[in-house]
C-alpha cells in the first residue's frame, strides 16, 4: 500500500514540475515579468538629454549649438570686419594729419634770401643796428647770433648771453628780425680801436657756429665804423627795441 502512495506521489511532483517548465517556456505564468524588462531597456535607450547638455556648454557636435556658433561667428565677423575697416580708415587720416602738422625743414635765413642793413644809432651811443628782411617767398629762421667780421679781422665777436631768446627767430615773407652791436667802451676801456669799412655779416645753421648759407654785406657809412675790443654783438630778436637794450 504504501509502495503505491509512494509512486503516486512521485508520479503528481513530475507532472507539476513538467507543466511549470512549459508555462516557461509559452510566455504564461512570468509573462509579466518579461513585459517590464522590455520597458526598462527602452527607458535606458531614450536618454538624449545628456547628449544636449553637452551642447549647451559649447561642444561643437550637435545641431542647434553648431548653429547658434554660426549665427556668433557671422556677427563676430562682421563686427570685426567693420571695425577693422573703420578703424584702419581713421589711423590713415591721422597719420596724414600727424605729417602735416609735424616739424618743417629747417630753412635757414641768409645771404640768398634775404636783405641785410647796419646803421649806427645815435641812442645808446657806440651801437649800430643790423636790420635783416626777409625778401624769399618762405619762411625762414634766424638761429643764434649774426657772425660780424670788418675787413680782415682775425677774431670773432662775442654775443651777450643774457640777450639769448627763449625760441628760434623766424620770419615770414616781408618780416624783419634785428640784432644790436656794441661797437665800442663808451668810457673808452677797450683796446685796438680801430675803423671798419667793409662788413660781413654771416649766419649760423641748425647748430652753433655752423654754416647757416651765404653772409650778406651791408653798405657801411663812407667814413667806416669805429670799434674796439669790446666789440660784441646780441641775439636775433623780434623787435628793434629789444635789440638795442643791451
Not at 616781408?174 to 660781413?200: I, K, P, Q, W
Request: hydrophobic share 30%.
Amino acid at each position: 500500500m504504501r509502495s503505491s502512495r509512494l509512486r503516486l506521489l512521485a508520479a503528481a511532483g513530475i507532472t507539476l514540475a513538467t507543466l511549470s517548465l512549459t508555462a516557461c517556456q509559452d510566455g504564461t505564468g512570468t509573462g509579466d515579468e518579461g513585459a517590464s524588462a522590455p520597458n526598462a531597456t527602452a527607458t535606458a535607450d531614450t536618454p538624449t538629454a545628456p547628449s544636449s547638455k553637452p551642447a549647451t556648454d559649447g561642444a561643437p557636435s550637435n545641431g542647434p549649438s553648431q548653429a547658434g556658433g554660426g549665427t556668433g561667428g557671422d556677427k563676430g565677423s562682421g563686427n570685426g570686419s567693420g571695425s577693422g575697416s573703420g578703424s584702419g580708415k581713421e589711423k590713415g587720416a591721422d597719420q596724414g594729419k600727424g605729417s602735416d602738422d609735424g616739424p618743417r625743414p629747417f630753412a635757414a635765413c641768409n645771404g640768398s634770401n634775404t636783405t641785410v642793413t647796419a646803421q649806427p644809432v645815435p641812442r645808446p651811443v657806440n651801437h649800430m643796428l643790423i636790420t635783416v628782411k626777409n625778401t624769399g617767398s618762405k619762411l625762414c629762421d634766424l638761429t643764434y647770433y649774426p657772425v660780424l667780421r670788418f675787413d680782415e679781422m682775425q677774431w670773432v665777436p662775442q654775443p651777450v648771453e643774457e640777450s639769448k631768446p627763449q625760441a628760434v627767430v623766424s620770419l615770414n615773407p616781408g618780416e624783419s628780425a634785428y640784432a644790436g652791436v656794441l661797437l665800442s667802451a663808451a668810457d673808452g676801456s677797450g683796446d685796438g680801436g680801430t675803423t671798419g669799412h667793409r662788413l660781413a655779416v654771416g649766419f649760423q645753421g641748425r647748430t652753433p657756429n655752423s654754416d647757416g648759407g651765404p653772409s650778406a654785406i651791408p653798405s657801411l657809412p663812407a667814413k667806416g665804423v669805429y670799434y674796439d675790443s669790446t666789440l660784441a654783438v646780441t641775439y636775433w630778436q623780434q623787435s628793434m627795441d629789444d635789440a638795442l637794450t643791451y
